[in-house]
C-alpha cells in the first residue's frame, strides 16, 4: 500500500503540474505558505519532517501549486494544529517547536497564501471533538447545534467575527514584512454535503449537517471579510468549487476524509484529491 500510494503521488503531481503549466504561468521568485493542517496535509505522502509535529506533506496544496507556478523558491511552513497566534509565535509540536510562521517571509518574498482560521478558539476541534458522540442522542435531530446554543446564541458562530479581526491582523503582518507580495486568503473546503448524509464515514446527526455547513458558510464568510478589511490582499473560495467533494462523496472524489485514520489522511483532513483540487483552484485564481 505505502508503495502504491507513494507511485500514485508521483505520477498525480506529474499529472498536475503538466496539466497547469500546459500555458504561460506567472513566474514568482520566492513564495511562502502560511497555515494550518487544511494547508499542511497530515499524514499524506510524502510527510516531511521539520519538524515531525508539524505533519506537513510534500503533497499538499503549495507544494503542487509551486511546482505549477514554477517558482524560483519555495518555503512551507504550514503545521498542523496552527492557529492565528501561531504566525508571530512559536508553535509547540513533537520534536519541534515550529518557528513563528511569518518569520519566513523576506523583503522579496512576492506570493504568499495563507490558510489559517478554523483552530482559532478550538473551533473545528470542539465540533470534531462533540458532535459525533452526540449523534446517538438525537440522530434525526440536531443535539450538537444544540448543545452549542446558549440562550438563544450560537458560541461557536459568536467566536467568529474575532477571528476575523486576527486573520485581519495576521494579513497587515504579511504586508509589512513582504510589502511587494501578492497574498492569497484561501478558504476552507466543504466537509459536509449540502443535501444528504453518510453516517458511517461522517457521523454527525442528520439534523447538525446543514448546522456544520453553516458553521463553515460563516468561518469562510469571516476570512472574505477580513480580506476586505485588509484591501490589499485577495480571498480564494474553495468551498463552493467542492461542492459534490465533501466526506460522503465517493472515494476518488472525495476532497476530505471522513472519521477512520489512513495511513494516507489524517480523519477530518483533506486527501491528496483534496490538495489537487484546492491547488488547482488557487493556480486559477492567480491566473483570473
Same mark, same amino acid.
Given at each position: 500500500?505505502?508503495r ?12 498536475l503540474?503538466?496539466?497547469l ?23 499524506i505522502?510524502?510527510q ?11 503533497g499538499?496544496y ?6 505549477a ?14 492557529d *492565528?497566534r501561531?504566525?508571530a509565535?512559536p #508553535? ?5 517547536p515550529?518557528? !513563528? ?6 523583503p522579496? *518574498? ?5 490558510g ?9 476541534? *470542539? ?11 438525537? !440522530? ?15 458560541t461557536?458562530?459568536?467566536r467568529?467575527? #474575532?477571528? #476575523? ?10 504586508h ?10 484561501i ?5 459536509a ?6 453516517p458511517d ?13 453553516s ?8 476570512l ?9 490582499a ?6 463552493t ?8 462523496? !465517493?472515494?476518488? #472524489? ?6 477512520d ?11 491528496f ?5 484546492v ?10
Amino acid at each position: 500500500m505505502r508503495r502504491s500510494m507513494l507511485v500514485l503521488l508521483v505520477a498525480a503531481c506529474t499529472l498536475l503540474a503538466s496539466t497547469l503549466t500546459a500555458s504561460a504561468a506567472p513566474r514568482y521568485r520566492h513564495y511562502v505558505a502560511l497555515g494550518d493542517s487544511y494547508t499542511a496535509g497530515p499524514l499524506i505522502p510524502l510527510q516531511r519532517l521539520d519538524p515531525v509535529g508539524c505533519f506537513r506533506s510534500t503533497g499538499n496544496y503549495p507544494s503542487l501549486l509551486a511546482i505549477a507556478l514554477r517558482v524560483g523558491s519555495f518555503t512551507d511552513v504550514s503545521c498542523s494544529g496552527a492557529d *492565528t497566534r501561531d504566525m508571530a509565535a512559536p #508553535q509547540d509540536v513533537l520534536l519541534g517547536p515550529n518557528p !513563528p510562521q511569518l518569520d519566513a517571509l523576506r523583503p522579496d *518574498t512576492d506570493l504568499v497564501t495563507l490558510g489559517i482560521g478554523g483552530n482559532d478558539y478550538s473551533v473545528f476541534g *470542539t465540533i470534531i471533538g462533540t458532535c459525533p458522540g452526540l449523534r446517538a442522542s438525537d !440522530p434525526t435531530g440536531n443535539p450538537c447545534e444544540r448543545h452549542f446554543t446558549v440562550n438563544g446564541v450560537d458560541t461557536i458562530k459568536a467566536r467568529l467575527p #474575532q477571528t #476575523q479581526a486576527n486573520v485581519t491582523a495576521v494579513l497587515g503582518e504579511i504586508h509589512d514584512r513582504a510589502p511587494n507580495a501578492e497574498v492569497l486568503a484561501i478558504g476552507y473546503p466543504r466537509i459536509a454535503p449540502p443535501t444528504g448524509t453518510c453516517p458511517d464515514v461522517l457521523p454527525f446527526a442528520d439534523g447538525d449537517y446543514p448546522w456544520l455547513n453553516s458553521v463553515e458558510e460563516e468561518l469562510n464568510a469571516a476570512l472574505a471579510k477580513a480580506v476586505a478589511d485588509d484591501g490589499d490582499a485577495s480571498y480564494v473560495d474553495t468551498f463552493t468549487p467542492s461542492l459534490g467533494h465533501d466526506a460522503c462523496a !465517493p472515494p476518488g #472524489q472525495a476532497w476530505i476524509n471522513g472519521k477512520d485514520l489512513k495511513p494516507w489522511a489524517a480523519n477530518y483532513h483533506p486527501f491528496f484529491v483534496g490538495m489537487q483540487g484546492v491547488a488547482t483552484v488557487t493556480y486559477a485564481h492567480l491566473r483570473d
